[in-house]
């Protein structure tokens, strides 16, 4: 026997400098332990963001389809999807990057053009992954103050406060459009702003996870400024709106040059064959994607009405779900409704020990999210 804590400690002293004094990506709950612990009934599984509404029924076709090759690798340049998302999205298959979600990604962004010595910078409350990847390659990550609690968009990213972190030694901005675990999102006339103050040797990442969900009239991609700026990466994924979070399949927009110098670190069948094939197929049926977002507006907009109407203060959101304040009691209304079988995100780990994240469920769900708040 061994002990793993000291063995730990043993490697970690061998493993990389940012490396040293890594912490683990926090997933949240243990959700196939609660699982267990709940059957035979069912949890209300509101921590991650997924979409209720399930992926298109071509997904689950096209995955079956997929079975029948499973001894084979799949394509490792992901050729067909890269042909079907060029064609949607209006740019060459050069300027796509495929990745293991976009989580994989947005790590490789910061090992391949950051190291120790170079700064980062992110917003306060932006997606904890960006912290992350600083800290892996070894470099320093700055965090600009977020927009204040009573501002109209509040806890937010502030663009200027982020443009002003922006020096000499930072190699690359990590912004979330719209941010999770804000849900808040930022206007096209600010990001071009932002833009036109950030030298062309910073790379800026903008996450676009939700943007199929983001439906704000001032709200837009920022790939419409990729051709003036060839700096600017934007990434998406499948996990989210397209329902497919169990199957790994995130992809970058970028200049042709710079994903040419991504792929020369991309392992090479990173994205799976099932993955491959579902992403295509869903991305072939929007009218189920339309019809998911419908549904989504509509029971968030029910669910923060609700919230608001029992007091809780709820930040804006463009996405799938809600972050909400609870208060001084914040952490026992997460034991509570993990009691009544609902699982919501615990916020503490962002500095926000007064919230809990919540996805939008289907109706029924969030009525019982309701029914247990309201019993607590
Ligand atoms: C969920 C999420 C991701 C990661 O998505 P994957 O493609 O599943 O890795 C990235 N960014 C944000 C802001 C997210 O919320």
């Given at each position: 026997?061994?002990?793993?804590?000291?063995?730990?400690?043993?490697?970690?002293?061998?493993?990389q400098p940012g490396i040293r004094g890594l912490?683990?990506?926090?997933?949240?709950?243990?959700?196939?332990?609660?699982?267990?612990?709940?059957?035979?009934?069912?949890?209300?599984?509101?921590?991650?963001?997924?979409?209720?509404?399930?992926?298109?029924?071509?997904?689950?076709?096209?995955?079956?389809?997929?079975?029948?090759?499973?001894?084979?690798?799949?394509?490792?340049?992901?050729?067909?999807?890269?042909?079907?998302?060029?064609?949607?999205?209006?740019?060459?298959?050069?300027?796509?990057?495929?990745?293991?979600?976009?989580?994989?990604l947005l790590m490789q962004f910061a090992q391949v053009f950051s190291g120790p010595g170079d700064e980062i910078v992110a917003s306060q409350?932006g997606f904890a992954v960006y912290a992350l990847a600083a800290q892996a390659a070894g470099a320093t990550l700055w965090q600009a103050p977020a927009?204040?609690?009573?501002?109209?968009?509040?806890?937010?990213h502030d663009l200027e406060a982020i443009a002003a972190r922006i020096g000499p030694r930072t190699k690359i901005a990590y912004l979330a459009?719209?941010?999770?675990?804000?849900?808040?999102?930022?206007?096209?006339?600010?990001?071009?702003a932002f833009m036109a103050r950030v030298p062309d040797t910073v790379l800026v990442v903008v996450d676009?996870?939700?943007?199929?969900?983001?439906?704000?009239?001032?709200?837009?991609?920022?790939?419409?400024?990729?051709?003036?700026h060839r700096n600017l990466v934007?990434?998406?994924?499948?996990?989210?709106?397209?329902?497919?979070?169990?199957?790994?399949?995130?992809?970058?927009?970028a200049n042709?040059g710079l994903?040419?110098v991504m792929?020369?670190v991309?392992?090479?069948?990173?994205?799976?064959?099932?993955?491959?094939?579902?992403?295509?197929?869903?991305?072939?049926?929007?009218?189920?994607?339309?019809?998911?977002?419908?549904?989504?507006?509509?029971?968030?907009?029910?669910?923060?009405?609700?919230?608001?109407?029992?007091?809780?203060?709820?930040?804006?959101?463009?996405?799938?779900?809600?972050?909400?304040?609870?208060?001084?009691?914040?952490?026992?209304?997460?034991?509570?409704?993990?009691?009544?079988?609902?699982?919501?995100?615990?916020?503490?780990?962002?500095?926000?020990?007064?919230?809990?994240?919540?996805?939008?469920?289907?109706?029924?769900?969030?009525?019982?999210?309701?029914?247990?708040?309201?019993?607590?």
């Amino acid at each position: 026997m061994t002990d793993a804590g000291a063995d730990e400690t043993f490697f970690a002293q061998r493993a990389q400098p940012g490396i040293r004094g890594l912490r683990a990506y926090d997933p949240g709950h243990d959700l196939v332990a609660l699982r267990a612990r709940r059957a035979p009934d069912p949890l209300v599984e509101l921590g991650s963001n997924e979409n209720p509404q399930g992926a298109s029924p071509a997904a689950r076709a096209a995955v079956l389809d997929a079975l029948h090759q499973l001894h084979r690798y799949p394509d490792p340049l992901g050729g067909a999807l890269k042909r079907a998302l060029a064609q949607r999205l209006d740019v060459a298959p050069a300027q796509l990057l495929l990745g293991n979600g976009s989580h994989e990604l947005l790590m490789q962004f910061a090992q391949v053009f950051s190291g120790p010595g170079d700064e980062i910078v992110a917003s306060q409350y932006g997606f904890a992954v960006y912290a992350l990847a600083a800290q892996a390659a070894g470099a320093t990550l700055w965090q600009a103050p977020a927009f204040a609690r009573d501002h109209p968009m509040a806890r937010g990213h502030d663009l200027e406060a982020i443009a002003a972190r922006i020096g000499p030694r930072t190699k690359i901005a990590y912004l979330a459009n719209p941010n999770n675990p804000t849900g808040t999102w930022y206007g096209a006339e600010a990001f071009a702003a932002f833009m036109a103050r950030v030298p062309d040797t910073v790379l800026v990442v903008v996450d676009e996870a939700y943007h199929e969900y983001a439906d704000a009239p001032d709200y837009a991609s920022a790939q419409v400024l990729q051709a003036a700026h060839r700096n600017l990466v934007v990434t998406r994924t499948f996990s989210k709106a397209y329902a497919l979070a169990g199957l790994r399949v995130g992809y970058a927009i970028a200049n042709a040059g710079l994903i040419a110098v991504m792929e020369r670190v991309r392992e090479s069948f990173n994205v799976n064959l099932p993955g491959l094939a579902a992403a295509q197929a869903v991305l072939d049926d929007q009218p189920h994607l339309q019809w998911a977002l419908a549904r989504n507006v509509e029971a968030r907009e029910a669910l923060a009405k609700a919230l608001r109407q029992r007091g809780w203060f709820v930040h804006r959101s463009l996405t799938n779900f809600l972050l909400v304040e609870f208060g001084a009691g914040t952490a026992r209304v997460e034991a509570g409704l993990l009691a009544h079988g609902v699982v919501v995100r615990p916020m503490a780990g962002y500095g926000l020990p007064d919230c809990l994240r919540i996805t939008v469920g289907e109706a029924g769900e969030n009525r019982r999210l309701l029914a247990a708040l309201d019993a607590l």
